[in-house]
């Protein structure tokens, strides 16, 4: 990992280092060679079977890179990502704000190039037709975030959708991270940016910390996602607060080139609820940062070895999984679903069956839903389903809660998600008191009828009575239902990956 020295302007942090690129390049023609296959991997080839206009079109994106300490290298370039028919738009700004629709040669950086490569690049990139992109140095994100402003360069008016980080920062003091992702949840909180993270190679830069954790910040924000690198090497979790990360993994070597391609993932998903694949009138609500993150999480495929517990709803080396593009595309596709009845009940019960409430009429989809509880209550919210008997047939149930800690908040409102049966028994519950990610994963559900619940805690601790959360879900029928072809050929992929021993840091 390349850790540049970057001097702070602004916020308590004081002058640290901003953790770089998280790795080097490998050439792009090795690059080029394994995308294809990797496209496979994540579910892109599927989904453009069904899909073959969802390009990333129409989505204006972001890509940080860290250029402090060694040189102002910074800039992918265009000539190595755009043919005639793929020509975004670029917006360069340097770590002084210098802002240029201009590539300069002397702040090429081949990390920025293959890392643009993979997230929309015109040969193999996941989202290769993006309206624009905005390049920004690391440093100077950082200093318009501290500053109170916006990612939105002079002479725009789009801010990004979805905003690419394959570094990170390290030695960061409990009090300096803390500030850090505050920053980050905040401005994704108020502008409904998603920022896409990549939590580091596998070492514990976060040294400063008590724990120390190999999720380094930014990943580590709560509002944005972080990734792992599914046959590489890459940071298990979880944070050094106890928290579920990474959120999720792609195939890869290392996580500066597994970011990007859960970016392009994002940014597909950006464009099909912008064009209405969620149902009329579901736009806003199909973007909305926390939909975007719970379709990715629910989407994604469970690898070999993968756990979780009620109160670590993630995996600590896996996330959620490794992202799929077309799972999470039909978990949107499937529609936006109201939820079935909201109740209520007392701050010391747990949500029970709601007979009388209506039944959902599909057993995937979405919704995005505000929740109220009180000084007295919890807020209870029903999805009812009915699993019909299929003879010997059993279901499997996905499904993932999200809902953003709120701008300038250092803690978040505690949400719960549960499965009850008809005889009131809780079958499964995911309540972790500090993630503000719940994700249940369920085999062997026998046909009958089922409430997932959402619940949201009242009393004392509440931030805010009411909070908005995206909810995730998908019934499958084993036997009648295909397994996605995610993981056919990962290992063999991975295998050809080489190995790039990371390049020294400043004053390691």
């Given at each position: 990992?390349?850790?540049?020295?970057?001097?702070?302007?602004?916020?308590?942090?004081?002058?640290?280092?901003?953790?770089?690129?998280?790795?080097?390049?490998?050439?792009?023609?090795?690059?080029?060679?394994?995308?294809?296959?990797?496209?496979?991997?994540?579910?892109?080839?599927?989904?453009?079977?069904?899909?073959?206009?969802?390009?990333?079109?129409?989505?204006?994106?972001?890509?940080?890179?860290?250029?402090?300490?060694?040189?102002?290298?910074?800039?992918?370039?265009?000539?190595?990502?755009?043919?005639?028919?793929?020509?975004?738009?670029?917006?360069?700004?340097?770590?002084?704000?210098?802002?240029?629709?201009?590539?300069?040669?002397?702040?090429?950086?081949?990390?920025?190039?293959?890392?643009?490569?993979?997230?929309?690049?015109?040969?193999?990139?996941?989202?290769?037709?993006?309206?624009?992109?905005?390049?920004?140095?690391?440093?100077?994100?950082?200093?318009?975030?501290?500053?109170?402003?916006?990612?939105?360069?002079?002479?725009?008016?789009?801010?990004?959708?979805?905003?690419?980080?394959?570094?990170?920062?390290?030695?960061?003091?409990?009090?300096?991270?803390?500030?850090?992702?505050?920053?980050?949840?905040?401005?994704?909180a108020t502008n409904n940016?998603?920022?896409?993270?990549?939590?580091?190679?596998?070492?514990?830069?976060?040294?400063?910390?008590?724990?120390?954790?190999?999720?380094?910040?930014?990943?580590?924000?709560?509002?944005?996602?972080?990734?792992?690198?599914?046959?590489?090497?890459?940071?298990?979790?979880?944070?050094?607060?106890?928290?579920?990360?990474?959120?999720?993994?792609?195939?890869?070597?290392?996580?500066?080139?597994?970011?990007?391609?859960?970016?392009?993932?994002?940014?597909?998903?950006?464009?099909?609820?912008?064009?209405?694949?969620?149902?009329?009138?579901?736009?806003?609500?199909?973007?909305?940062?926390?939909?975007?993150?719970?379709?990715?999480?629910?989407?994604?495929?469970?690898?070999?070895?993968w756990y979780h517990t009620?109160?670590?709803?993630?995996?600590?080396?896996?996330?959620?999984?490794?992202?799929?593009?077309?799972?999470?595309?039909?978990?949107?596709?499937?529609?936006?679903?109201?939820?079935?009845?909201?109740?209520?009940?007392?701050?010391?019960?747990?949500?029970?069956?709601?007979?009388?409430?209506?039944?959902?009429?599909?057993?995937?989809?979405?919704?995005?839903?505000?929740?109220?509880?009180?000084?007295?209550?919890?807020?209870?919210?029903?999805?009812?389903?009915?699993?019909?008997?299929?003879?010997?047939?059993?279901?499997?149930?996905?499904?993932?809660?999200?809902?953003?800690?709120?701008?300038?908040?250092?803690?978040?409102?505690?949400?719960?998600?549960?499965?009850?049966?008809?005889?009131?028994?809780?079958?499964?519950?995911?309540?972790?008191?500090?993630?503000?990610?719940?994700?249940?994963?369920?085999?062997?559900?026998?046909?009958?009828?089922?409430?997932?619940?959402?619940?949201?805690?009242?009393?004392?601790?509440?931030?805010?009575?009411?909070?908005?959360?995206?909810?995730?879900?998908?019934?499958?029928?084993?036997?009648?239902?295909?397994?996605?072809?995610?993981?056919?050929?990962?290992?063999?992929?991975l295998a050809l990956l080489?190995?790039?021993?990371?390049?020294?840091?400043?004053?390691?």
């Amino acid at each position: 990992m390349i850790a540049p020295h970057l001097a702070r302007r602004g916020g308590p942090c004081g002058g640290k280092r901003v953790g770089g690129v998280l790795a080097v390049a490998m050439s792009l023609a090795v690059a080029a060679s394994l995308r294809a296959t990797i496209l496979d991997q994540i579910g892109v080839t599927q989904l453009l079977q069904v899909n073959p206009a969802l390009t990333g079109a129409g989505v204006t994106v972001a890509q940080v890179e860290a250029s402090a300490g060694y040189g102002d290298l910074f800039e992918p370039n265009p000539a190595d990502q755009n043919t005639s028919s793929n020509a975004p738009g670029y917006t360069f700004i340097n770590d002084t704000g210098t802002v240029s629709s201009t590539f300069d040669p002397a702040e090429y950086s081949s990390h920025a190039d293959m890392v643009a490569s993979d997230f929309y690049g015109a040969a193999g990139g996941v989202s290769p037709g993006i309206a624009h992109v905005d390049v920004w140095d690391a440093s100077e994100e950082y200093t318009v975030l501290a500053n109170g402003g916006k990612l939105i360069p002079a002479g725009q008016t789009v801010a990004p959708a979805v905003v690419n980080q394959s570094f990170i920062f390290e030695d960061e003091s409990a009090g300096e991270d803390a500030y850090l992702t505050m920053l980050y949840d905040s401005y994704a909180a108020t502008n409904n940016t998603l920022f896409v993270s990549g939590v580091g190679n596998g070492a514990n830069m976060t040294t400063a910390t008590t724990p120390a954790s190999q999720i380094n910040p930014p990943s580590d924000a709560y509002n944005g996602v972080a990734v792992a690198a599914y046959g590489g090497s890459s940071g298990v979790g979880p944070t050094w607060d106890g928290r579920s990360k990474p959120d999720i993994t792609a195939p890869g070597g290392e996580t500066s080139f597994t970011t990007p391609l859960v970016s392009g993932v994002a940014t597909l998903l950006v464009q099909a609820g912008n064009e209405g694949v969620g149902g009329s009138g579901t736009q806003t609500a199909a973007t909305n940062i926390r939909t975007l993150k719970a379709l990715l999480l629910n989407g994604a495929v469970k690898p070999a070895g993968w756990y979780h517990t009620a109160t670590s709803p993630l995996d600590p080396r896996y996330g959620a999984g490794i992202v799929n593009a077309y799972n999470s595309y039909v978990q949107l596709a499937a529609g936006m679903h109201p939820y079935s009845a909201a109740t209520s009940t007392a701050l010391s019960a747990t949500p029970t069956f709601d007979s009388t409430a209506p039944l959902q009429t599909s057993p995937t989809g979405w919704n995005l839903a505000s929740i109220t509880s009180g000084a007295s209550a919890n807020g209870v919210d029903h999805y009812m389903f009915n699993l019909p008997a299929k003879g010997n047939n059993v279901y499997d149930l996905t499904a993932t809660l999200v809902w953003n800690r709120q701008a300038g908040q250092s803690k978040i409102n505690n949400l719960d998600l549960y499965l009850v049966n008809s005889a009131n028994d809780a079958i499964a519950v995911s309540d972790s008191s500090i993630d503000n990610v719940q994700q249940l994963f369920i085999g062997d559900l026998i046909p009958g009828q089922y409430d997932l619940v959402v619940m949201k805690l009242g009393g004392a601790n509440e931030i805010s009575p009411t909070s908005t959360y995206s909810l995730a879900y998908q019934f499958t029928d084993p036997i009648g239902t295909p397994e996605p072809a995610t993981l056919t050929l990962l290992l063999p992929v991975l295998a050809l990956l080489p190995r790039r021993a990371p390049r020294k840091r400043p004053g390691k």
